[in-house]
């Protein structure tokens, strides 16, 4: 217990202590009981002058027991703990949303292929060899509701004639009308893609060349 | 001359104010060392106080002891708007009065039940402690009081005016014409002198 400490516990007796001297005293009083000694010693001065009773450390011992008896007490109560744990988030795999994204462009692809290679020309030659009783072409892409026909213009054009007349859609049209039921299908893709939080596979249908770029 | 001194003095409820406001800071903290400082700094008052209402010592002394560990569950309700005495001391009189009432109602239940318990509830309130215990109270007081007065005599007025009168330092300084360190010196050395006096002739009285 050095005298400067006992110095500083006398200006904290008195009030008198800067805030440095009380933090540091106080620090001190944590690993010397002499010093708890001391400042009872001081106050016991204080209270002789002041006619009080002295009491010394019996009241500080007995208070000190009654709050360890409380807060073991209250630590020894069993509590229900109840610890809700953070959920658990699984980190977006990257291969897999590459793979995901790469079999939506594929199928896509292989729709397109399909409903270009495959259907049209079959639906365009028994157009072609029928044109007799046949109104409308019907076809449906994957994927797509809404049905488009290419209308086949029946009835006369020069006002007497009864025979019907097919004109026939060429294989541009066709490819033109595609192309445009494509750009909707995967517009409406994207759309659908960015409402369930996922990466539009629009631009890699794009460069696999079967869409023009949207405007 | 006066009315200069008196606009240079610092209030003294100021700073106490401000330094019983750090140790309940380092209470709230946690800190259960700065709450001994406080009891320590307190208790004989306190005492004092209580034992106006409850003149039983044994009495008294739990009261304190209640007092203090409210004191201490509640301390976080103390905004510092008051002196931290004046909180402690609303805290001792509501302690005290409901001990009264709690005994005046087992006198009463005891009154009913046994006749006889009047002179025991008389001894009760009459009861001031131990006869050993204020003895050595007494004696301790004596000896304190015998270590002041050999003090040299501006350590003893230091002293004096600093416990009896409750001036400030920088008051003792303008009282004593000296500067401020030198009146913080002269009370630590008065209190420092008595205490090595008094652990001499009562080793161990403070621990």
């Known amino acids: ?215 | 001359m006066v009315l200069q001194m008196a606009q240079s003095i610092t209030p003294i409820r100021e700073v106490e104010a401000d330094n019983d406001q750090i140790l309940v800071d380092r209470v709230r903290l946690g800190d259960r060392h700065a709450f001994d400082l406080l009891v320590l700094k307190h208790q004989s008052r306190l005492l004092t106080l209580v034992t106006r209402f409850i003149p039983n010592r044994s009495d008294a002394l739990d009261v304190l002891q209640d007092t203090f560990v409210k004191a201490y569950r509640s301390l976080h309700a103390f905004r510092g708007e008051s002196a931290f005495y004046s909180w402690l001391y609303r805290i001792a009189v509501n302690t005290a009065k409901n001990h009264i009432a709690i005994r005046r109602k087992e006198s009463r239940d005891i009154s009913v039940s046994d006749e006889a318990s009047d002179v025991e509830r008389f001894a009760v309130f009459q009861d001031t402690g131990s006869p050993d215990e204020e003895a050595g109270a007494d004696e301790l007081q004596m000896a304190i009081l015998d270590a002041i007065e050999r003090l040299p005599e501006d350590l003893q007025r230091a002293l004096t005016l600093r416990e009896l009168e409750g001036l400030s330092y920088h008051e003792i300084a303008l009282a004593m014409n000296c500067p401020i360190g030198t009146v913080r010196s002269r009370i630590f050395r008065a209190r420092d002198q008595v205490v090595q006096e008094i652990n001499e002739r009562f080793p161990g009285t403070f621990l």
């Not at chain 1, 002499?34 to 009241?59: F, P, R």
């Not at chain 1, 794009?206 to 023009?212: F, L, Y």
């Open chain 1, 1 to 215: 217990m050095t005298e400067a400490l006992r110095n500083s516990l006398s200006a904290l007796v008195d009030q008198e202590a800067t805030e440095f001297e009380v933090r540091k005293t106080l620090d001190a009083v944590k690993g010397q009981a002499e010093l708890k000694s001391y400042w009872c010693g001081c106050q016991a001065i204080s209270g002789t002058l002041n006619g009080d009773d002295l009491l010394g450390m019996t009241l500080v011992n007995r208070v000190n027991s009654e709050l360890d008896e409380v807060s073991s007490a209250s630590a020894s109560t069993p509590k229900v703990n109840v610890k809700f744990l953070p959920a658990r988030e699984v980190p977006p795999s990257r291969f897999g949303t590459l793979i995901g994204q790469l079999a939506i462009a594929a199928s896509v692809a292989f729709a397109v292929v399909v409903g270009v290679k495959v259907i049209a020309p079959i639906e365009m030659q028994s157009v072609v060899s029928s044109n007799e009783s046949l109104e409308f072409i019907k076809f449906q892409l994957p994927g797509s509701k809404e049905k488009v026909s290419s209308q086949i213009v029946s009835g006369d054009f020069d006002g007497g004639s009864t025979r019907p007349m097919a004109r026939i859609l060429t294989e541009q049209d066709l490819k033109r009308m595609v192309s445009e039921r494509l750009s909707s299908y995967l517009v409406r893709h994207a759309e659908n893609t960015a409402v369930i939080g996922g990466t539009s596979v629009l631009p890699l249908a794009r460069i696999m060349g079967h869409d023009e770029p949207i405007q």
